[in-house]
């Protein structure tokens, strides 16, 4: 531990000499277009990702509108989609799928992992670590832009005759590959497998730099048990992402080869539009298995960072230590490698070997513990804490409230015999937006609540951040809670109207209801943008840190420039969550106040931690090994 | 009306800024402090318990008046256990549920922000961790358990004398074959597979698909074990039985398989329900393109009687589609031609004869 911290100095030292006040001086284009400057970055994920946020929000209550009001009359939409309208003015079939599809790529990809991780990666990991920038700027430009012009490519495809991809947003071979199925699968897939190749990039160059910046840069003192479990957080996201991301990439690459240039690996026995196809001998399943070794990581890489966020805006807010600061690093790296082999149990009924179903079974019902574990450290966090109830806070409470609804039905999805009926149905529909849409969507949320001051210098409003919040709250409940009820009942997903079947011909009520809420959730974020872009120019002034927090990105100026300090970067002496130390004369103390200023609520071990705090000049650090548990 | 909802979102705006302006006004008029903690953090405190009643009262208010509605009738032996299987762990899951909400919505409001109280440096207590992930584990291990010895059975091999039928998916319907009286299905290639009839691929050299017959219904004998064999012809697609509980993809190049037994005829269904409409049906579970919510399949469950006899009304696909006697190998044309019931058996010709004509047929 010793070791590794002293090897950090260097690096530190060598970003001092950079005099941050030469930074000022680039131009329009350098400071807020091609930026290297990690707040920037940050901010131009944000605000892409708000972007897609709304677009895949409002596509959502397109399709809602057609489940809810099969019988309305959606002639109005003309103008906005065209020839999608049928003349009878219903929402062309073909297009639903379209629009369930781009809902799922927009909001999974594009908002939870790059709005999320790039937003608060790029932006707390220097701030929080204490750090002049990233490792490097350069590739955390690039990171943007490639995900910039993925978005492009994606938001093009929307625009083409045939309509975007639309075989599910986990794209699953034939339909995917094939432009006789579906007309989404012709340029639009094309246009969709180039866009997520140029996002796995953006993505690969943003966590390359999130895990280097993480290990090399941190500032003296701070040791990995003094990290705040944001850093932690992103840290385990950015490992897993790029471990996984390649996998995907790779599935894509064949895909693109199955649909261009006549390879099969995907493909086999195929008979459609009145002739054999000359494929043989490849799998569907292949595929599958490619896409869910991806895919289940990424849902833990969409819902880390969220976690970590909420973790250490409960502990300010709750003015006390985080519960199990260990416990939670443990269940989140518990949680990152099992995340890794249990990508099957999407796939218990898709003919697999049904061996490998009892094995991923087993496996994925073991993921339960660490994270109940990290609900009953949350729960114990606020038990006597003294609670102060600002956006942020109530967001995180929202995502601990959605990831224990959520996180519960997974332990039905995850039995194999169970599955087998639940399977494809709304059940995994309201599993998988509460535990994953919408708490990591209320993390990004209470994030932007919370590192708002520190991010534009102002505040934004709490009085509309507490009707944003109740409005959501209880939104996102009425949207995803009744879909228990008609997953239960069999219902499956994707269908674009009930009408073929007495069996699913009940739950018009419930199904409009969940389209009323969900039109209600929407209009409601529209209080959270006036808000937020109302902040940016108007907002009270901040101070230099609003919640009384222990972290480092507070020791900044209210707005931080290129290199963030000032002067030299502070060194760190404490771990992150001194809250309400007995004998303290505030409730909070700095990570960068020194033991030797607080003998009056030091710890006995923490008394002789005090003589080793003057050798830091010599540049010996003690990593922070026993100030987290007692 | 766009137009009037554009002009309301941008009234809206309008109105918000105005709030919001005269709020700060107001706010440095009174020379506000910001950081004093008030009314907000009391109201919040007291939502999260209206809430807390609200949303565990119309859960368990729902769930047990409207039990009927979201619950689908069973009709088949395993779906009787995975059922049983899904209500033990609604109660454990409802249990912990419930339980963990109401604490940690009492803490929110009991714990609220006063200026008076310190909160409690409580960092870490190795009990209670040990404690919570312990408890956990237990739980979820005997229902691993029990999980893991249906999902045994359930994919276990169909005994031999399972009722064999093949579903056959494709853009977008179903459609399933029946061995006929010589319970084999015959072999199949999809390069056979044309618009004119052939629509299984049916391989004519092999002597089983003489007598294998199609049905756009799907007939099930009731209490017996059945064996669907089930494949695709062009994307994926998935044979989603609601009432048997059964769900199994169908995959391009990849048969599958799935053997389940129906407990309820049809009838017997309806009599249960008091519902005389009643149908059982076969749905598409995976996405597979424009008309994937309209994959239907009407499906009956008949006693032995009526299956026997259903079974022997259906003509062979051989005989709808006598053109395709061509691709019969000819030293088998007039076994097929028995076997598919294009000429009937001569009365003075004993049935052994027929069996006769299809061992020779089979030898060579």
Known sequence: MATTDIHIQHDVHHHDDHAHDEHHHGNFWTTYIFSQDHKIIAKQFLITGIFWALIGGCLSVIFRLQLGFPDMNLEWLKPILGGWITPEGKLDPEFYLALVTMHGTIMVFFVLTAGLSGTFSNFLIPLQVGARDMASGFLNMLSYWFFFLSSV????????????????????????????????????????????????????????????TVINLRTKGMSFTRLPLTIWAFFFTAIIGVLSFPVLFAAALLLIFDRSFGTSFYLSDIYIGGEALPHVGGSPILFQHLFWFLGHPEVYIVLLPALGISSEIIATNSRKPIFGYKAMIGSMLFIAILSFIVWAHHMFVTGMNPFLGSIFMLLTLIIAVPSAVKIFNYVTTLWKGNLRFTPAMLFSIGLVSFFLTGGITGIFLGNSAIDIQLHDTYFVVAHFHLVMGSASFFGMLAGVYHWFPKMFGRMMNDKLGYVHFWLTFVGVYLVFFPMHYIGIAGFPRRYYSWTNFETFSGFADLNTLVSVAAIITLAAQFIFLFNFFHSIFRGRLAPANPWNSTTLEWTTPRNPGHGNWPGEIPSVYRWPYDYSKPGAKDDFIPQTIPYSETPESNLPHENELIKLEGEDNKGIIIGGEHDSHH | MSLIIGLGVILIFVILYQILKV????????????????????????????????????????????????????????????????????????????????????????????????????????????????????????????????????????????????????????????????????????????????????????????????????????????????????????????????????????????????????????????????????????ICGKGHFSMKMPVVVDDEETYAKWKASQEAWLKQNPDYMKYVPDNLKEAAKVIAGIVEEKETTPAQTTQATVAEAGTK
């Not at chain 2, 409001?109 to 870490?124: I, L, V």
């Not at chain 2, 609601?242 to 599958?256: I, L, N, S």
Request: proline share 4%; with cysteine; hydrophobic share 45%.
């Open chain 1, 153 to 212: 490519i994606m938001l093009i495809s929307f625009f083409l005759e045939t309509g975007p991809a639309a075989g599910g947003w986990t794209v699953y071979p034939p339909l995917s590959a094939l432009p006789q199925a579906i007309k989404g699968s012709g340029t639009g897939m094309t246009m969709w497998l180039v866009a997520m190749a140029l996002f796995i990039v953006s993505s690969l160059l943003g966590g390359i730099n999130y895990i280097t």
């Open chain 2, 23 to 286: 709020g700060r006004l107001v706010g440095v008029a009174k020379g506000k402090d910001y950081n004093k903690i008030g009314t907000s953090n009391r109201v919040n405190a007291a939502l999260f318990i209206v809430f807390m009643v609200a949303s565990l009262g119309s859960f368990f208010w729902y769930s047990f008046v409207f039990f009927s509605d979201y619950t689908l009738p069973v009709a088949s032996i395993h779906g009787k256990e995975t059922d049983g299987l899904f209500w033990i762990t609604m109660a454990v899951t409802v249990v912990a549920f419930s339980i963990i909400s109401i604490i940690m919505f009492i803490f929110i409001y009991k714990y609220q922000y006063d200026e008076n109280r310190k909160a409690k440096y409580f960092a870490d207590n190795h009990y209670l961790e040990l404690a919570w992930t312990i408890i956990p584990a237990i739980v979820l291990s005997v229902l691993i358990f029990t999980g893991l010895r249906a999902w045994n059975k359930i994919t276990a091999e169909a005994s031999k004398d399972a009722e064999v039928i093949e579903m056959i998916g494709q853009q977008f319907a179903w459609t399933a074959r029946y061995p006929g009286k010589d319970k084999a299905l015959g072999k199949t290639n999809f390069q056979l597979i044309d618009n004119n009839g052939n629509e299984f691929g049916l391989d004519l050299s092999d002597k089983g698909s003489f007598d294998d017959f199609k049905s756009l219904e799907l007939h099930l004998p009731v209490g017996r074990e059945v064996l669907l064999r089930i494949r695709a012809k062009d994307v994926l697609h998935s044979v989603y039985l609601p009432h048997f509980r059964v769900k199994m993809d169908a995959v391009p190049g990849m048969p599958t398989q799935f053997k389940f037994t129906p407990t309820l005829t049809t009838q017997e269904m309806r009599d249960k329900l008091g519902n005389p409409n009643f149908n059982y049906e076969l749905a598409c579970a995976e």
